[in-house]
């Protein structure tokens, strides 16, 4: 325990205990281990201002007493895990329990015996420095969580966007339309106050709401003009398909895609599909998507139609607002307009 850093505060309104108890760390800890106080405010606050070790304190001394430097100094969230004795002649158990209330680590009676206070200072110096350890090590660890956490979200969304566009690839070459539409859903989830990991579950799931266009034939997904009755069948069954590879996972974002999937193309009036569902019945990720789903696909071009201009597609959001889509989310999408026009600028058209 010879080690040079160690700094042991000593506080004690008597010069001659303070001179002895000096003494014996400086000679039996190391040199310049001993930080001596006569007075319990400077001792108090070099305390909370310095690295300390170990603080031994007596208990009466004049302005601020043993238990009241006790209490002033461990209620500091820095310094909780800093071990302190308490040197005392009161064999009164009171005073001893309120000390340990306080946080008061050992005791020590005066006079103090040289070999016993030599043998729980070292004690409570290496269970300081056990401490100092484990929390370096804490927050090294926590530290690398993050990051690793960070990273795996990170390698999540890109598998996730490279299904989606395989899935996308055949109507949709660039995939541009992903990252524009889940760009959008996030701009609106944070406009309506979701809260941030709720928004990043939609953010992350989103790409993958039609997913289930993958079992779509393509004379009907790839047909250049208007859909028959029954192509338009066929392609309504897109929604359940999705639905269905995504559902029963543990994920709560798989669990949210499925949602999303399956929902994407209900409207607030109850006439979408496939459910028919309305109003708040349809899951409120799913409310999001439609409005950025058919934002997106009204100003992109398909095999089927040109790209409206914005001002078109911006009247289509209004005038179906309450009809087709939540108005809550049309508002949302409205005000936060600058946004979304940066985001599709960002990603260009498809
Ligand atoms: P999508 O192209 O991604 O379109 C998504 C949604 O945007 C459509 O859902 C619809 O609500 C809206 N939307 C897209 N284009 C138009 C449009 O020109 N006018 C209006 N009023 N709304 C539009 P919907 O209708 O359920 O269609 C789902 C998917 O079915 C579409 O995804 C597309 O892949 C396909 N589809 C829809 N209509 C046709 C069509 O006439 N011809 C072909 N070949 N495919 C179509
Ligand atoms: C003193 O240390 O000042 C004497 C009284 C006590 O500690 O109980
Ligand atoms: C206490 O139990 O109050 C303190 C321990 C002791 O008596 O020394
Ligand atoms: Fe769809
Ligand atoms: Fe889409």
Request: hydrophobic share 45%.
């Amino acid at each position: 325990m010879a080690d040079s850093s160690v700094k042991i505060a000593i506080v004690d309104d008597s010069e001659s205990v303070l001179k002895h108890l000096t003494q014996l760390v400086s000679s039996m800890i190391a040199e310049d281990a001993a930080v001596p106080f006569k007075d319990p405010q400077v001792a108090l606050s070099w305390c909370l201002q310095n690295d300390v070790d170990l603080v031994i304190v007596d208990y009466v001394m004049p302005k601020i007493n043993g238990l009241q430097f006790i209490e002033a100094f461990l209620t500091n969230p820095s310094r909780t895990d800093i071990p302190v004795i308490m040197v005392t002649t009161s064999d009164t158990m009171e005073v001893r329990y309120r000390a340990l209330q306080l946080g008061a680590t050992d005791f020590l009676r005066k006079p103090v015996d040289k070999i016993e206070f030599l043998t729980r200072v070292r004690n409570l110096l290496s269970l300081s420095r056990h401490h100092k350890q484990t929390k370096t090590q804490a927050v090294l660890l926590a530290e690398e969580v993050r990051k690793a956490t960070h990273a795996i979200v990170a390698r999540e969304r890109e598998s996730i966007l490279v299904l989606s566009r395989a899935a996308e690839f055949r109507d949709n070459e660039t995939g541009a339309h992903l990252l524009r539409m889940s760009n959008y859903c996030q701009i609106i989830a944070t406009r309506m106050g979701l809260p941030s990991e709720e928004v990043d579950l939609i953010f992350t799931a989103a790409p993958m709401h039609d997913i289930g266009k993958i079992g779509i034939p393509d004379h009907v997904l790839l047909k250049p003009g208007a859909l028959t009755p029954e192509e338009r069948e066929i392609m309504t069954t897109h929604a359940e398909i999705g639905w269905q590879i995504l559902r029963n996972n543990q994920s709560p974002m798989l669990q949210m895609a499925a949602a999303i999937a399956l929902s994407h193309h209900e409207k607030w009036d109850g006439t979408g599909y496939p459910k028919r569902v309305s109003g708040l019945d349809i899951p409120l990720a799913g409310r999001i998507t439609a409005v950025a789903d058919v934002f997106d696909a009204l100003t992109s071009v398909r095999p089927y139609k040109p790209a409206w201009p914005l001002d078109k597609a911006l009247d289509f959001l209004r005038s179906n607002r309450g009809s087709h889509f939540d108005p809550a989310c049309v508002d949302a999408f409205l005000v936060s307009l600058e946004q979304i026009l940066a985001v599709a600028e960002r990603y260009g058209s498809a």
